[in-house]
């Protein structure tokens, strides 16, 4: 049973256009994490957030964490194609339980 | 930054036949590490944990007879596919988790096995 639900699952836009990825999950994490994947490559790291509201930004990646934490977002300003990619949310309780993942893919 | 090597980075059987995965901490030691499994448009699921020197723990469903792993050194685990069959094929990811002083919740994932069984 995955604990951590993604949407969309799949999205396709345009080079430029923004983009949002949503985490939620019924039960609370101490800590929540973002991956992207690249097929046949494992996941690499984006952020950790921990703090209930907590936003993080990495260049034109911004993350939320839900006051509950619960939930997460990842937004992404001005997609480029180089953005393309798996994206997978992860919550930390004693151990890593992923979500399904959001397959992002930006049209040049 | 940790860097975690799987090896091989695929391979190809035949079924019945017992595959090996070796899945290292290059430069870190490794008290805990962790297997994954991964079809294809899917996600990464949890199938054992495992503790340097002690006996790992498997998830529910993932049989621990088939799925043999040793983590006999803080730098290497490894993970053996016995008697493996086509549906085991599938994509296989280790991640490892330092030693006390690093954050608890931050894991070091290797680049994959690709496992196909004939």
């Known amino acids: 049973t995955q604990l951590l639900e993604q949407s969309p699952q799949f999205l396709s836009i345009q080079e430029g256009e923004n983009l949002t990825v949503y985490c939620n999950s019924s039960?609370?994490?101490?800590?929540l994490q973002w991956y992207r994947q690249e097929p046949g490559e494992g996941p690499v790291l984006l952020v950790t957030?921990?703090?209930?509201?907590e936003v993080k930004k990495l260049k034109r990646l911004t993350f939320q964490f839900g006051d509950a934490r619960k939930d997460s977002s990842l937004h992404i300003t001005a997609a480029q194609p180089g953005d393309t990619g798996l994206y997978l949310c992860a919550g930390y309780d004693y151990k890593l339980s992923f979500g399904a993942g959001t397959t992002v893919t930006v049209r040049a | 930054g940790a860097v975690v090597s799987q090896h091989p980075s695929w391979v190809i059987c035949k079924s019945g036949t017992s595959v090996k995965i070796e899945c290292r901490s290059l430069d870190f030691q490794a008290t805990t590490m962790f297997w994954y499994r991964q079809f294809p448009k899917q996600s990464l699921m949890l199938m054992a944990t495992?503790?340097?020197?002690?006996?790992?723990?498997?998830e529910q469903g993932v049989e621990k007879d088939k799925f043999l792993i040793n983590h006999a050194s803080l730098t290497l685990s490894t993970l053996t596919v016995t008697s493996a069959h086509p549906e085991d094929s599938s994509f296989y990811i280790c991640?490892?988790?330092?030693?006390?002083?690093?954050?608890?919740?931050?894991?070091?994932f290797g680049p994959g096995t690709r496992l196909t069984v004939l």
């Open positions: 991640s490892a988790r330092g030693t006390s002083g690093s954050r608890t919740d931050t894991q070091y």
């Open positions: 495992s503790n340097e020197g002690s006996k790992a723990t498997y």
């Open positions: 957030v921990v703090t209930g509201g």
């Open positions: 039960s609370v994490f101490s800590s």
